[in-house]
């Protein structure tokens, strides 16, 4: 994992106030309130559904892959340290700590937990168990796992969620878990 | 750096707090969602919402924001005099654009804003042309913040008109 050293340098060299708001790198960003963004999320779910909600974070979520892909040449490679790149990427854009506890793209099987994501956190703080904003990440997550992570056709499946109370959300690709 | 203020300088020291992996704003932890995938997600929504349910679902957000950042703000007065000022240069930094000049008809509840460097607008506006549906979500976004900043009873900005270098937001 990158140390806390590396990571301000990190984000201090990218970070950077310009007249239209945040940018990293040559993304420019729209940053939001956990809690505000939270109720956002669960209103449009509650309106359509968790599919939808998911959807729309798989949309988003591959536009902004394709962004870091733009703009951050070197994730197109292999090298030794791309996942915790990426991995870094969405830690500093909010979207939590992922923690790969299986990786295998080659068969297309994965399984990570993610913690400190503080929209998901906050979601379960405003509506407990019916919250339903981690769907919108699993989307997220889903598309950078296509386009970044090299798991072609990866579509996250719940498997564990702190709305249920488990200490983190586990989402998968291509395991079988027994009911 | 480019922009170079009290409240700016502050924020950049203190937004960042990296040890727990997030982006902080003091006590507030913050998400970041780039602007293009922003504009892309409104058109979304504008198919699935009609024009006044984005609008709602926009203001109840600009809304929450104000609450959410002017609690912390409030806790900085000493060091932030202007509190409209700070927190319209923190909604700059959040990148919901910068909001140049404010009219406001008390008597008539008439109010009309100036809005530059919106790059969730400028993106839409590049990828949709006409279908752009930020302007409605903006309204949106602008009416929720401005009821609450600048305590108006009700305020429903329904009205926008994008030119080149500016976005102009009113009522009337």
Known sequence: MATGFVRNLFIKRYLVIKEDGLTFRDMKLNIYPSQSFAKFLQKIAEKKSEEYLYKLGFEAGYDSSKIELENFGILKGNFPFKIE????????NGFGILDFKIYDPKNKKALGHITKNPVIEDGVKLFKSKSKVCSFFRGVY???AQLEFNLEGCQLTETRCVRNKDPYCEWSYGLKFEK | MESNNTLNEMFLKQMFDVGESRVKFYDIPFVSYPARPMAITIQTLSKD???????ELAKSLGSDIVNEISSQVEKLRKFLPDRLKSLFELFQ???FGKIGSIQI???SNRVKIFVTNNPVIDYSKQLYGEN????????????GILEKTNNLKILNLNKFKFTEKEYEFSNF
């Open chain 2, 132 to 143: 752009s549906k930020a302007g409605n979500f903006y309204c949106g976004l602008y009416s």
């Open chain 1, 142 to 144: 889903s598309a950078h």
């Open chain 2, 93 to 95: 930094i959040c990148g």
């Open chain 2, 49 to 55: 919402f009609n024009d006044k349910e984005l609008f």
């Open chain 2, 105 to 107: 008809e008390e008597k």
């Open chain 1, 85 to 92: 790149t990426i991995n870094l990427l969405l830690q500093v």
